[in-house]
């Protein structure tokens, strides 16, 4: 069982940057880990997500060139570095757990979630 809190949400203006936190509770080193994303009246969509041995990773076209995902597995511990925030971001954010190996992207593929941290970008 793995709990996840997710950290580093905040106002921030346009163009500005964040990094979100996601500490988990249990060991994550062979855990695909996702970061999505839900704003207000939209569904939740997927952000990012990497492999157990940080090989790969995956962007949503939207955010790609500006977010990066990383993970310290010793530390149990996943980020999303923002870069070059838009108004657009601004949404409650997740950090998903998957207990395999493959990269997904769908969010009942992920077996674990945390409550999310605010992300709001002012213009």
């Known amino acids: 069982q793995v709990q996840l809190v997710e950290s580093g949400g905040g106002l921030v203006q346009a163009g500005g940057s964040l990094k979100l936190s996601c500490a988990a509770s249990?060991?994550?080193?062979?855990?695909?880990m996702g970061w999505f994303r839900q704003a207000p009246g939209k569904e939740r969509e997927f952000v990012a997500a990497?492999?157990?041995?940080?090989?790969?990773?995956d962007y949503a076209d939207s955010v790609k060139g500006r977010f990066t995902i990383s993970r310290d597995n010793a530390k149990n511990t996943v980020y999303l570095q923002m870069n070059s925030l838009k108004p657009e971001d601004t949404a409650l954010y997740y950090c998903?757990?998957?207990?395999?190996?493959?990269?997904?992207?769908?969010?009942?593929?992920?077996?674990?979630w945390g409550q999310g941290t605010q992300v709001t970008v002012s213009s």
């Open positions: 998903a757990a998957r207990g395999g190996l493959a990269i997904v992207r769908r969010e009942r593929e992920y077996d674990y």
């Open positions: 249990g060991r994550i080193s062979m855990y695909t």
């Open positions: 990497i492999s157990w041995n940080v090989i790969s990773t």
